[in-house]
Protein backbone atom coordinates (compact mmCIF):
# COMPACT_ATOMS: atom_id res chain seq x y z
CA UNK A 1 0.00 0.00 0.00
CA UNK A 2 1.75 3.48 -1.24
CA UNK A 3 1.94 6.32 0.94
CA UNK A 4 0.18 9.37 0.04
CA UNK A 5 0.76 13.22 0.06
CA UNK A 6 -1.44 15.27 1.13
CA UNK A 7 -1.83 18.58 0.55
CA UNK A 8 -3.46 21.55 2.35
CA UNK A 9 -3.23 25.47 2.53
CA UNK A 10 -3.18 28.19 4.99
CA UNK A 11 -5.20 30.36 3.54
CA UNK A 12 -8.63 29.75 2.33
CA UNK A 13 -9.47 33.21 1.08
CA UNK A 14 -10.89 33.14 -2.74
CA UNK A 15 -9.46 35.01 -4.35
CA UNK A 16 -6.40 36.36 -2.56
CA UNK A 17 -4.76 39.77 -4.05
CA UNK A 18 -1.23 40.46 -4.48
CA UNK A 19 1.00 40.94 -1.70
CA UNK A 20 -0.83 38.49 0.61
CA UNK A 21 0.97 35.47 1.48
CA UNK A 22 0.40 31.52 1.47
CA UNK A 23 1.60 28.52 3.05
CA UNK A 24 0.76 25.24 1.19
CA UNK A 25 1.69 22.21 3.49
CA UNK A 26 2.86 18.63 2.27
CA UNK A 27 2.29 15.75 4.73
CA UNK A 28 2.95 12.35 4.34
CA UNK A 29 0.71 9.41 6.18
CA UNK A 30 4.07 6.79 6.59
CA UNK A 31 7.34 7.00 8.08
CA UNK A 32 9.84 9.56 7.63
CA UNK A 33 13.10 11.07 5.79
CA UNK A 34 11.10 12.59 3.11
CA UNK A 35 12.21 14.80 0.32
CA UNK A 36 9.28 17.08 -1.15
CA UNK A 37 8.55 18.16 -3.94
CA UNK A 38 6.20 20.88 -5.25
CA UNK A 39 4.65 21.54 -8.68
CA UNK A 40 2.51 24.36 -9.97
CA UNK A 41 0.67 24.25 -12.85
CA UNK A 42 2.11 20.81 -13.37
CA UNK A 43 5.90 21.85 -13.64
CA UNK A 44 8.38 21.10 -10.98
CA UNK A 45 8.95 24.27 -8.81
CA UNK A 46 11.22 22.68 -5.71
CA UNK A 47 12.34 19.75 -4.10
CA UNK A 48 13.74 19.62 -0.30
CA UNK A 49 13.26 18.37 2.65
CA UNK A 50 11.04 21.30 4.11
CA UNK A 51 7.23 19.81 4.11
CA UNK A 52 5.79 23.39 3.38
CA UNK A 53 6.35 25.90 0.64
CA UNK A 54 5.38 29.15 0.90
CA UNK A 55 4.83 32.26 -1.17
CA UNK A 56 5.78 35.49 1.23
CA UNK A 57 4.26 38.36 -1.57
CA UNK A 58 1.47 36.59 -4.31
CA UNK A 59 1.85 38.19 -7.71
CA UNK A 60 -0.65 37.23 -10.55
CA UNK A 61 2.34 34.75 -11.76
CA UNK A 62 1.14 32.67 -8.50
CA UNK A 63 -2.40 31.88 -9.59
CA UNK A 64 -2.40 28.17 -10.87
CA UNK A 65 -2.93 24.64 -9.36
CA UNK A 66 -0.59 23.13 -6.80
CA UNK A 67 0.37 19.79 -6.24
CA UNK A 68 3.06 17.65 -4.33
CA UNK A 69 4.35 14.61 -3.85
CA UNK A 70 7.50 12.96 -1.56
CA UNK A 71 10.42 11.36 -2.74
CA UNK A 72 12.71 8.90 -0.73
CA UNK A 73 16.18 7.65 -1.50
CA UNK A 74 16.19 3.56 -0.51
CA UNK A 75 17.86 0.98 -2.57
CA UNK A 76 16.10 2.75 -5.75
CA UNK A 77 14.26 6.62 -5.45
CA UNK A 78 10.76 5.71 -4.43
CA UNK A 79 8.02 8.29 -5.00
CA UNK A 80 4.55 8.54 -2.83
CA UNK A 81 1.47 9.41 -5.27
CA UNK A 82 1.12 13.12 -5.58
CA UNK A 83 -1.44 14.86 -4.03
CA UNK A 84 -4.64 16.25 -4.96
CA UNK A 85 -4.29 19.54 -6.90
CA UNK A 86 -5.03 22.75 -4.87
CA UNK A 87 -6.43 25.73 -7.20
CA UNK A 88 -4.58 29.21 -6.25
CA UNK A 89 -7.28 32.29 -7.54
CA UNK A 90 -5.38 35.37 -7.78
CA UNK A 91 -7.30 38.92 -8.39
CA UNK A 92 -6.23 42.08 -8.34
CA UNK A 93 -8.00 44.66 -6.10
CA UNK A 94 -10.89 46.99 -7.44
CA UNK A 95 -10.09 50.13 -9.43
CA UNK A 96 -12.90 52.75 -7.45
CA UNK A 97 -14.64 55.08 -9.26
CA UNK A 98 -15.87 57.91 -7.61
CA UNK A 99 -19.09 59.77 -9.09
CA UNK A 100 -20.58 62.94 -7.69
CA UNK A 101 -24.27 63.09 -7.48
CA UNK A 102 -24.58 66.28 -6.51
CA UNK A 103 -24.60 68.46 -9.58
CA UNK A 104 -22.04 71.25 -9.02
CA UNK A 105 -19.07 71.04 -7.54
CA UNK A 106 -19.77 74.61 -5.71
CA UNK A 107 -22.06 74.26 -2.47
CA UNK A 108 -23.53 76.91 -0.74
CA UNK A 109 -23.81 76.12 3.10
CA UNK A 110 -26.70 73.78 4.21
CA UNK A 111 -27.16 72.32 0.71
CA UNK A 112 -26.66 68.09 0.79
CA UNK A 113 -23.33 66.60 -0.71
CA UNK A 114 -23.64 63.50 -2.33
CA UNK A 115 -20.80 60.73 -3.96
CA UNK A 116 -20.95 57.36 -4.76
CA UNK A 117 -18.41 55.01 -5.32
CA UNK A 118 -18.25 52.61 -8.30
CA UNK A 119 -16.62 49.46 -9.07
CA UNK A 120 -16.60 48.37 -5.73
CA UNK A 121 -16.46 44.42 -5.62
CA UNK A 122 -18.39 42.29 -2.90
CA UNK A 123 -16.68 41.85 0.11
CA UNK A 124 -14.83 45.07 0.03
CA UNK A 125 -15.53 48.61 2.38
CA UNK A 126 -15.68 51.95 0.42
CA UNK A 127 -13.60 54.36 2.87
CA UNK A 128 -13.63 57.96 1.97
CA UNK A 129 -11.23 60.52 2.29
CA UNK A 130 -11.31 64.29 2.08
CA UNK A 131 -8.06 66.35 1.76
CA UNK A 132 -6.01 63.24 2.00
CA UNK A 133 -7.54 62.25 5.50
CA UNK A 134 -9.50 59.54 5.93
CA UNK A 135 -13.33 60.25 7.26
CA UNK A 136 -15.35 58.23 9.72
CA UNK A 137 -18.27 57.72 7.02
CA UNK A 138 -18.13 53.86 4.96
CA UNK A 139 -19.73 52.47 2.08
CA UNK A 140 -21.32 54.10 -0.47
CA UNK A 141 -23.31 56.44 -1.33
CA UNK A 142 -21.70 59.08 0.99
CA UNK A 143 -24.01 62.10 2.07
CA UNK A 144 -23.37 65.05 4.25
CA UNK A 145 -26.86 66.39 4.51
CA UNK A 146 -25.93 70.19 5.33
CA UNK A 147 -22.16 70.94 4.10
CA UNK A 148 -20.35 73.50 6.23
CA UNK A 149 -16.97 75.45 5.46
CA UNK A 150 -15.38 72.52 7.08
CA UNK A 151 -16.80 70.10 4.16
CA UNK A 152 -14.45 72.20 1.80
CA UNK A 153 -11.75 70.05 0.08
CA UNK A 154 -10.70 67.41 -2.12
CA UNK A 155 -12.43 64.11 -1.93
CA UNK A 156 -11.74 60.65 -2.88
CA UNK A 157 -12.70 56.82 -2.03
CA UNK A 158 -10.92 53.52 -1.50
CA UNK A 159 -11.92 50.00 -1.06
CA UNK A 160 -10.73 48.29 1.45
CA UNK A 161 -10.66 44.66 3.29
CA UNK A 162 -9.33 45.52 6.91
CA UNK A 163 -9.33 41.93 8.41
CA UNK A 164 -6.39 41.83 5.43
CA UNK A 165 -5.26 44.65 5.31
CA UNK A 166 -5.69 45.50 1.62
CA UNK A 167 -6.36 48.58 0.64
CA UNK A 168 -7.18 49.60 -3.29
CA UNK A 169 -5.77 52.18 -5.26
CA UNK A 170 -7.43 55.67 -4.69
CA UNK A 171 -10.33 56.59 -6.82
CA UNK A 172 -10.16 60.07 -9.36
CA UNK A 173 -10.74 62.78 -6.85
CA UNK A 174 -13.18 65.63 -6.80
CA UNK A 175 -12.67 69.05 -5.36
CA UNK A 176 -15.53 70.84 -3.81
CA UNK A 177 -15.73 74.16 -2.52
CA UNK A 178 -18.41 75.62 -0.06
CA UNK A 179 -19.63 78.93 0.05
CA UNK A 180 -21.05 80.54 2.31
CA UNK A 181 -23.99 82.48 1.14
CA UNK A 182 -26.53 81.76 -1.19
CA UNK A 183 -26.36 83.95 -4.37
CA UNK A 184 -28.61 86.59 -4.29
CA UNK A 185 -30.74 86.96 -7.58
CA UNK A 186 -31.18 90.10 -8.97
Not at 84 to 91: D, N, W
Not at 156 to 169: D, E, F, H, W
Amino acid sequence: NKPKSKLTRGSNFDPMYPGENITFTCSVDKSSGWEYVWYHDGEEIQSSSRNTYIISAIAQSSKGDYHCKAKRMGKELFYTDASKTISLQVSDPPTPEMIRLTPWSDVFESETLEFSCDGVISGWTVTWFRNQKQLTKEGSPFSIPSVTGADEGMYACKAQIKSRGLVSAESNTNHIQVYANKPKSK
